[in-house]
């Protein structure tokens, strides 16, 4: 076999090779330069019409922003921070915190938990660990406003309503909180199959209520107690406006057949306005402080329960307005005091006073009872209701002003202990019945929101034909008129009347709609509702968490 020499190999190689590129490498440098072309004339195009780049941003943008963001739409650094795929969860939440609210009106709630917190072991030791279990717990993993608020979506996308997997992320599992409280199930992962009963029901909690009212003596019909019963009728009742409200087409002479709507009517919320905000092409910082005066107004609109949380959002017709004596209970409960003086007395007075100036009941009868003896001193005059012994003269009581205490403590007695004044619906603080000792009287307690972690539309049910029995059975008397009688009386028996009741339907009767699956009688009729965590629950400003709350 001939041997190759290394000159004779090398001598096959060109020594100008460099200088004559082959096909392949020329296209190589061709597809470099071209790309490299293409890629300036891109950059270069979306800067084109005007200085807000609009080709780019419509060709960068993926759809449509929801219309709350309309206006800042061609402004993607409104709420994308520069190198948006190295940014962090606070600089994305800083941009939206820049137009909705911030510190103290924080978006979050205390039950908030912070992204990516390093397990405590790591740098605690395990009695360290033990000391502050319920903070790790709080504070774990809460994602960035984007990650529930997904845009570009459209305009009609509901930014507020995010996903269920957005919060069965740490519902699914809650058995450390659990371990803690002992007060949470373990596992919500939708609420037709495993969302536990409503906390006031499942923890069999009283009526928070200190009103001794029933509803069924009320939706009975001539509101009578036992058979043969007086009939409370239509012109019975003492005011002629309070007439027409609980007439219901019926006559004067007819019994009173109340409904549901004479007490309870959906309230009318005035929603913050939009209308002078200015134009963020314009004015970008006038229109920032616009929008956030704008939740900040929202969120004071939305009231707050007695601990200071805040009151589920309301708008018109979700809620009923609170029960007012003098619209709803006047008519039927007037606060007569005396039949020889035709005027009632103020509701609300209470019967001790702070002050020594303060107003009280007392202070008012005497009042009164000084400001009739000024125009007719007879009105003191008690005249006895036996007929005198024949041959003797019955004796008259001479007008005389020193009578003004005993009067007003008739007065107050007929008040206090009377079946249609005070003592028909009030206790005394400690849920005895009122006496002339009595030195106050029990807050009435009404609650504004009986769900306190979630939100109910009245008027979505109402639009639907869904009647308030549906939902409020237990509320009605029976149908049965001998079963009716025997509730009654059993209700009237005890020392509120039959009032601790809580008449809320359970979890169950919601699901007969709100599932995927919904009972035939209500599927039929097209009551098919949505069953998401947010239809009922807002995450943002939410209750105060028992931990936290210390209770």
């Excluded at 605690?124 to 960035?144: A, F, G, N, W």
């Excluded at 005066?293 to 979700?318: I, N």
Aim: glycine content about 8%; charged content about 30%; overall charge positive.
């Amino acid at each position: 076999m001939p041997t190759t020499e290394g000159k004779q190999r090398a001598s096959r190689i060109p020594l100008d090779y460099y200088k004559h590129p082959d096909p392949l490498v020329c296209w190589k440098r061709r597809l470099t330069w071209g790309l490299a072309a293409l890629t300036v004339v891109w950059i270069g195009s979306t800067f084109l019409f005007g200085d807000k780049g609009l080709l780019g941003q419509r060709r960068f943008s993926h759809g449509a922003v929801a219309v709350a963001h309309k206006p800042i739409e061609n402004d993607c650094a409104a709420c994308h921070p520069s190198f948006g795929l190295f940014a962090g969860k606070q600089s994305v939440d800083d941009k939206c915190r820049t137009c909705h609210l911030e510190h103290p009106r924080d978006v979050h709630h205390d039950r908030q938990k912070e992204l990516q917190t390093p397990h405590c072991g790591r740098c605690h030791s395990d009695d360290e660990v033990d000391r502050i279990l319920p903070k790790r717990l709080l504070h774990s993993m809460t994602p960035s406003c984007g990650r529930c608020h997904s845009e570009h979506h459209g305009l009609d996308f509901a930014l507020a309503r995010t996903t269920d997997r957005d919060c069965i992320g740490c519902h699914k599992d809650l058995s450390a909180l659990n371990e803690i409280t002992g007060k949470y199930a373990t596992t919500i992962s939708s609420f037709s199959k495993d969302h536990p009963e409503f906390k006031l029901l499942r923890d069999k909690e009283p009526d928070p209520g200190k009103l001794k009212f029933n509803h069924k003596y009320h939706l009975t019909e001539g509101i009578v107690l036992a058979k043969g019963g007086k009939v409370f009728t239509v012109g019975d009742i003492v005011s002629g406006e309070q007439q027409s409200r609980f007439r219901n087409g019926r006559k004067k002479t007819d019994a009173v057949k109340l409904e549901c709507a004479n007490c309870h009517e959906t309230e009318t919320r005035t929603e913050p306005s939009k209308d002078d905000w200015p134009n963020p092409d314009q004015d970008r910082k006038g229109w920032e402080e616009a929008v956030r005066k704008y939740y900040a107004a929202k969120q004071d609109a939305r009231g707050r329960f007695p601990s200071g949380d805040l009151l589920p959002p309301r708008k018109t017709g979700k809620y009923m307005k609170p029960i007012s004596y003098e619209d709803h209970c006047a008519g039927c409960h007037p606060l007569n005091f005396d039949p020889k003086i035709d005027r009632t007395v103020e509701h609300g007075l209470p019967l001790v006073g702070a002050k020594e100036e303060d107003r009280t009941l007392r202070k008012e009868l005497t009042r009164i009872y000084e400001a009739e003896f000024q125009k007719s001193p007879t009105s003191l005059v008690t005249r006895s209701p036996f007929l005198p012994l024949p041959g003797k003269r019955r004796d008259v009581e001479e007008p005389n002003r020193s009578l003004i205490p005993e009067k007003v403590d008739e007065a107050m007695r007929s008040l206090l202990a009377g079946k249609r004044a005070c003592g028909e619906c009030h206790t005394d603080r400690d849920g005895k019945e009122l006496t002339l000792a009595s030195i106050g009287i029990a807050n009435p307690n009404l609650p504004v929101v009986w769900l306190k972690h979630a939100r109910f539309d009245h008027a979505a049910h109402d639009t639907r034909g869904i009647d308030c029995k549906v939902c409020h059975k237990d509320a009605y008397p029976s149908s049965d008129p001998k079963l009716a009688e025997r509730e009654l009386l059993e209700a009237y028996a005890s020392p509120r009347k039959g009032a601790e009741k809580v008449l809320i339907a359970g979890i169950d009767n919601c699901k007969q709609c709100h599932s995927s699956s919904p009972k035939p009688a209500f599927a039929d009729r097209g009551w098919q509702a949505k069953q998401g965590c947010t239809e009922c629950h807002s995450y943002h400003q939410g209750m105060a968490h028992p931990i936290s709350r210390g209770n």
